[in-house]
Nanobody, 124 residues
Framework: QVTLVESGGGLVQAGGSLRLSCAAS????????MGWLRQAPGKEREFVAA????????YYAGSVKGRFTISRDNANNTVSLQMNSLKPEDTALYYC?????????????????WGQGTQVTVSS
């Protein structure tokens, strides 16, 4: 079992940056691939980024590749998402998620646990 708590969301102008953080509790964190999902109003939850258990491999949705960077710190049980060059279409509730397996995953349905979410709003 893992409990996930996100922070770092907020309101930012288009072109700006935000850094999301996720604190995980539980002894299994180091054995899980982790990631970020997001859900905009009226839309389904979608995959944003993922990182494998040791941080060696990452994968991004095409819409954020080159702008977002996912990272993890296994010593402190944290996962981060650096978001640059933000666009209004990035506005959503962002969820930290755990995949319950170590290898890299690439779809929202591959994640089995997630937090309560943190709101990101990008104004034009």
């Amino acid at each position: 079992q893992v409990t996930l708590v996100e922070s770092g969301g907020g309101l930012v102008q288009a072109g700006g940056s935000l850094r999301l953080s996720c604190a995980a509790s539980g002894r299994t964190f180091n054995s899980y691939a982790m990631g970020w999902l997001r859900q905009a109003p009226g839309k389904e939850r979608e995959f944003v980024a993922a990182i494998n258990w040791n941080g060696r491999y990452t994968y991004y949705a095409g819409s954020v590749k080159g702008r977002f960077t996912i990272s993890r710190d296994n010593a402190n049980n944290t996962v981060s998402l650096q978001m640059n060059s933000l666009k209004p279409e990035d506005t959503a509730l962002y969820y930290c998620a755990a995949a319950h397996r170590p290898e890299l995953v690439a779809q929202a349905r591959d994640f089995g646990s997630w937090g309560q979410g943190t709101q990101v709003t990008v104004s034009s």
